[in-house]
């Protein structure tokens, strides 16, 4: 075989080899590569992954374990709105916790006593609030009774003794009250809500309304917010620096605290 014929031959193996690796290539790019299964990766972002999930957070809100629809705007704007008026930058006092110091270590035990959900211990900072006394009305004591209810209940008032002002005396009573409530409306919520309104009036409200979810009916202003206002109560005396408050001595923390600890406080 000559030289020019050897040169022929070797050019004619090289374009082959050449258009072959041409085709190889576009078969590489044109053709989808089969992956093995895999699983889904979600993607979350790093905020997310540092908070509480949202179940976690409306779990928290609730009043005797009855829980708030937040996924309501209305029933969630009014909650912040009322937990909003009790914070440091509004109130600006740290009397509702000094108060607390002062009544609950009274009043929990009596309510555990009865059978009343803990949360009622907040009642009393609500009625009575930053002021206490009596009411326009005739309310009186942390429970803000009035002179008839108090009477019904195993009190004594008249113009020598008034133990609405006895707290231990008045919490029993409370109680008893409470518990009359919750047997007639099956619910703590609506107890609450009798409490501050009476029993006749919100039964009436359910009748006409034809709603026993206090959450979602329609009553006059000072009831409508008053459950909303124990919630908020609830979450401040819990998580007060959360709201602003500082430089306070808390029963609620107080007691959690090692006991050579407390000794000092």
């Known amino acids: 075989m000559d030289r020019k014929e050897m040169t022929k031959k070797h050019l004619i193996t090289c374009s082959v080899i050449v258009v072959m690796v041409i085709i190889s290539a576009l078969n590489i790019f044109s053709t989808t590569p089969v992956m093995p299964a895999a699983k889904h990766i979600v993607l979350v972002p790093a905020n997310l ?16 374990d009855e829980a708030l629809p937040l996924d309501d705007k209305k029933v969630d704007f ?22 607390a110091d002062k009544v609950f270590p009274i009043i929990e035990p009596i309510l555990r006593a009865y059978g009343i959900p803990e949360d009622f211990k907040y009642v009393p900072l609500v009625e009575s609030g930053l002021r206490g006394g009596t009411s326009p009305k005739g309310a009186r004591g942390v429970w803000q009774f009035m002179p008839g209810t108090a009477r019904t209940y195993g ?13 231990r005396k008045s919490t029993i009573a409370a109680c008893k009250y409470i518990k009359e409530l919750y047997q007639e409306f099956n619910s703590w919520t609506l107890a609450a809500a009798a409490y501050n309104n009476g029993s006749i ?60 600890l407390v000794a000092y406080n």
């Open 49 to 64: 992954l540092f908070s509480k999930p949202a179940e976690a957070e409306e779990a928290a809100y609730n009043f005797a």
């Open 78 to 99: 009014k909650l912040k709105k009322s937990i909003a008026k009790h914070r440091y930058k509004t109130v600006q006092s740290n009397v509702l916790h000094a108060k």
């Open 155 to 167: 009190l004594r008032v008249n113009r020598r003794v008034d133990e609405r002002l006895n707290l």
């Open 201 to 260: 009036k919100l039964e009436r409200a359910i009748n006409k309304q034809n709603e026993d979810n206090y959450f979602r009916m329609s009553l006059n202003r000072e009831t409508g917010s008053y459950v909303y206002k124990l919630i908020a109560m609830k979450e401040i005396i819990t998580n007060p620096e959360k709201y602003g408050y500082k430089n306070f001595y808390s029963y609620n923390h107080l007691h959690q605290l090692p006991s050579f």
